[in-house]
Structure formats: structure tokens, C-alpha cells
């Protein structure tokens, strides 16, 4: 078995698409996972499975369909490639704050993604770099006031979701406890 970790995208926002943690690590162990641990309420989760991360995520996505009658975008990856991840974030350290530092998890690498729009729309503060995997985010002013973030998608032409340093960080913590 190898540890991985999933993140599911636009669950228990404002009152929609709500999917209790409880439910998702049954949904999990249905589907042969062991050691499931959830981080909050926003589909965070680590565990251990035999399973290959792209079908996992497939089939935790439908699952959950059948169950709650929305089907989440999901997406897995092995406890190694995300400590990759997260210790490649050039503004970990820099930020005085955690909640201001994101990293946003591709799912597919960005072959073409709309660089100039992104710089254009990104503020005087702000400060970004993409890799293969992910993109890294600086937002000293907060995420919700960035008109960057709330187009990220659009420009990079791929699906993404992220997570501020704070919960990378205890995500981390949590696959060492999984080792």
C-alpha cells in the first residue's frame, strides 16, 4: 500500500454540495483505503491504498456522486509527490502569514497556460510561479480581494485546487503520521 493524499474540490461551500468527513472516510474504506485521516471540513484527506491515483480519484468521485448527488473533482496524488510540492513553495517562509501563502495542485501540467493575462491581473503585491504540478501563490492582500485567484483556472487551462500553508502544512504532518 502507498500513502497518498486527496483533495476534493468545492465541497462544503456556503452551504452547497455538502459532504460530511465522516461519510467521505466511509466512502474511502469502501473503496479498500486504511488509515483515512480528514484535515477540516473542505476535502482534505490522507490515507493508505493499493489503488492508482488517477482511477482512485475517478472512483471517490463517483462515489460520492451516487451518494450525495453531486460529483466532486478530485484529485490524488502519492505522499511523496506532494512533499515535492510543498517543499518547493518559494513563499513558505517569506510570508508573515500562512493563510496568504497558497499552493494550487494541478492536475495536469499547464502546457499553455495564459501568462501575460495571469501578470495583468495579478496586483503590485502578488507574487506567483508555476511548475508542472503546481502553482505557487503569494497574496499579502488576502485571497478573497485577488482578482487573480478568482481567474487562476482560466489562465493556467487546467484544473487546479488549492490549499493555503497552513493546511499543506498539518497535510504534511498527517502522511508522516501514515508512514
Do not use: W
Not at 491504498?49 to 462515489?63: G, M, N, T
Not at 485577488?146 to 485546487?161: C, I, M
Amino acid at each position: 500500500m502507498s500513502i497518498k493524499v486527496a483533495l476534493l474540490r468545492g465541497i462544503n461551500v456556503g452551504g452547497k454540495n455538502i459532504l460530511p468527513m465522516q461519510d467521505l472516510r466511509e466512502i474511502l474504506a469502501e473503496l479498500g483505503c486504511e488509515g483515512t485521516k480528514t484535515y477540516i471540513q473542505s476535502g482534505n484527506v490522507v490515507f493508505k491504498s493499493k489503488q492508482k491515483s488517477d482511477a482512485l480519484a475517478k472512483h471517490i468521485s463517483r462515489a460520492v456522486e451516487k451518494r450525495f448527488g453531486f460529483e466532486p473533482s478530485v484529485l490524488v496524488i502519492s505522499a511523496t509527490t506532494f512533499a515535492a510540492i510543498a517543499g518547493a513553495n518559494p513563499y513558505a517562509a517569506k510570508a508573515a502569514e500562512q493563510k496568504h501563502v497558497h499552493t494550487y495542485f494541478l492536475a495536469d501540467p499547464a502546457d499553455d497556460p495564459d501568462m501575460q493575462r495571469m501578470h495583468g491581473r495579478k496586483t503590485s503585491t502578488e507574487e506567483f510561479m508555476l511548475t508542472d504540478k503546481a502553482l505557487f501563490f503569494h497574496a499579502p492582500d488576502g485571497i478573497a480581494r485577488s482578482k487573480l485567484a478568482k481567474e487562476l483556472e482560466r489562465h493556467l487551462g487546467v484544473g487546479a485546487t488549492g490549499r493555503n500553508q497552513r493546511t499543506v502544512e498539518k497535510l504534511q504532518a498527517m502522511l508522516a503520521e501514515l508512514t
